[in-house]
T-cell receptor
Framework: QKEVEQDPGPLSVPEGAIVSLNCTYS??????FMWYRQYSRKGPELLMY????GNKEDGRFTAQVDKSSKYISLFIRDSQPSDSATYLC????????????FGKGTTLSVSS | ETGVTQTPRHLVMGMTNKKSLKCEQH?????MYWYKQSAKKPLELMFV???????ENNSVPSRFSPECPNSSHLFLHLHTLQPEDSALYLC????????????FGPGTRLLVL
C-alpha cells in the first residue's frame, strides 16, 4: 500500500461548482498536511497547510483533516477557470530527518 | 529576486553532453532539495541538503551529481543522461529537514535526445 493515495482525475467541473479533492494515507504518524497547486509548466506553490486534525479556511479554500480516518480534503467554493491546475497533497511526521510525502496530484479543469 | 529561482528553465541535451542546473533560494532557509517530476508519477525526491551537507540520496544514478556550495545555492550536474531522464527537475527549500513546508522553484524542463 502506498503511503499517500490521491486520485489523479482528471476532474472537470463548471464554473461556480464546489470542488472536493481528497487524499488518503496509511502512516498514522503524519501530523502536518499541505496542499500545493501546480499550474502547467510551473513549480508547485503552497496553497494551504494544517497541523493535526481540524479545518482551516482561506478565502474560497478549506482544508480539512480527519486523522481518525486518515483522510484529508481540500474544498474549493465558487470555482473559477483560474483554479484549473494540478493539486498535490503532501504530509509529514514533522520530525528530524523526515521528508514530505507527496500524492500523485489531481488535475482539475474548471470550464467557463 | 525572491523565493526560489532556477536556471535554465528549459534544456535540451544529447546523451553525451554535460550540463548543470542551478537553483538559488532567497528565503534564508537551511535545507534544499532536488526532485524529479515525470508525467503521471508522484514527485520523486532525489537529494536533500541540510546546512550544505547531503543528508539523503534516494538511490539516484551517478549520472546525476549534486553540489551545494552554501545554504543558498544548489546545483545538479548532469552527464551521459538517458532519454528516460527527460522530466521537470524541481528545486525546493525549507527552513530545516523536519518535514517542514517546502517552497519550490519553477523547475527546469529537461529533454534528453
Amino acid at each position: 500500500q502506498k503511503e499517500v493515495e490521491q486520485d489523479p482525475g482528471p476532474l472537470s467541473v463548471p464554473e461556480g461548482a464546489i470542488v472536493s479533492l481528497n487524499c488518503t494515507y496509511s502512516n498514522s504518524a503524519f501530523q502536518y498536511f499541505m496542499w500545493y497547486r501546480q499550474y502547467s509548466r510551473k513549480g508547485p506553490e503552497l496553497l494551504m497547510y494544517t497541523y493535526s486534525s481540524g479545518n482551516k479556511e482561506d478565502g474560497r479554500f478549506t482544508a480539512q483533516v480527519d486523522k481518525s480516518s486518515k483522510y484529508i480534503s481540500l474544498f474549493i467554493r465558487d470555482s473559477q477557470p483560474s483554479d484549473s491546475a494540478t493539486y498535490l497533497c503532501a504530509m509529514s511526521e514533522r520530525q528530524a530527518g523526515t521528508a514530505l510525502i507527496f500524492g500523485k496530484g489531481t488535475t482539475l479543469s474548471v470550464s467557463s | 529576486e525572491t523565493g526560489v529561482t532556477q536556471t535554465p528553465r528549459h534544456l535540451v541535451m544529447g546523451m553525451t553532453n554535460k550540463k548543470s542546473l542551478k537553483c538559488e533560494q532567497h528565503l534564508g532557509h537551511n535545507a534544499m532539495y532536488w526532485y524529479k517530476q515525470s508525467a503521471k508519477k508522484p514527485l520523486e525526491l532525489m537529494f536533500v541538503y541540510n546546512f550544505k551537507e547531503q543528508t539523503e540520496n534516494n538511490s539516484v544514478p551517478s549520472r546525476f551529481s549534486p553540489e551545494c556550495p552554501n545554504s543558498s545555492h544548489l546545483f545538479l550536474h548532469l552527464h551521459t543522461l538517458q532519454p528516460e531522464d527527460s522530466a521537470l527537475y524541481l528545486c525546493a527549500s525549507s527552513q530545516d529537514t523536519r518535514g517542514e513546508t517546502q517552497y519550490f522553484g519553477p523547475g527546469t524542463r529537461l529533454l534528453v535526445l
